[in-house]
């Protein structure tokens, strides 16, 4: 099968894809203090957008409080105002020096659409496995065309395919299990 298709390229692609989404699945809130909340977060500064984490430190002194800590206080307004429009749900509070984001309890509805978008999320991540199954199967078949390879080739490569395929897909299930527990969790 090595000489058909490249597996361990076609699985370093799906386990890319799986990792993308575990990093998506970090930035929902939980109703826990979590760094990574932050990580979508661009602050506008000097001129350019940058990552949250560029221009401050981000700390978790309590388990429902995240504390902004900017590199140049100049920016604790461009940073506060980079929070509230952003889709967390959380409001900063000031002292002049660092901002204060306390985490509140989720609401059931609330649960519920964090769900949904983590949902979401997973579908997306199916989607890009899936792609990475299309992807390999159309070289096989324009081998196949080309006269390179046989049927029977054809046919166990992409029975191979799709077996690692379903691996993936099961696994971003079970990713997807661990967040909805997690997010409902009271």
Excluded: C
Excluded at 105 to 134: P, Y
């Amino acid at each position: 099968m090595s000489d058909i298709i490249d597996l361990t390229a076609a699985e370093r692609r799906m386990q890319g894809a799986l990792e993308s989404l575990k990093n998506n699945f970090a930035t929902i809130r939980t109703g826990r203090a979590n760094p990574s909340l932050l990580d979508r977060i661009e602050v506008e500064a000097y001129g350019t957008r940058m990552d949250l984490r560029s221009v401050a430190n981000v700390g978790v002194p309590e388990p429902r409080l995240l504390t902004v800590t900017p590199f140049d206080p100049n920016s604790l307004k461009d940073i506060e105002r980079a929070i509230l429009d952003s889709d967390i749900g959380l409001n900063p509070q000031n002292d002049g020096k660092m901002l204060r984001l306390p985490i509140p309890e989720l609401t059931e509805e609330r649960r519920r659409d964090l769900t949904r978008m983590a949902r979401n999320m997973a579908e997306e991540g199916k989607v890009s496995v899936r792609n990475v199954r299309r992807d390999e199967m159309r070289d096989v078949h324009e081998l196949r065309k080309e006269g390179e390879v046989s049927e029977d080739d054809e046919r166990r490569a992409e029975a191979e395919l799709q077996k690692l395929t379903d691996g993936y897909v099961k696994r971003v299930d079970a990713v997807l299990a661990d967040k909805e527990a997690e997010l409902l969790e009271v």
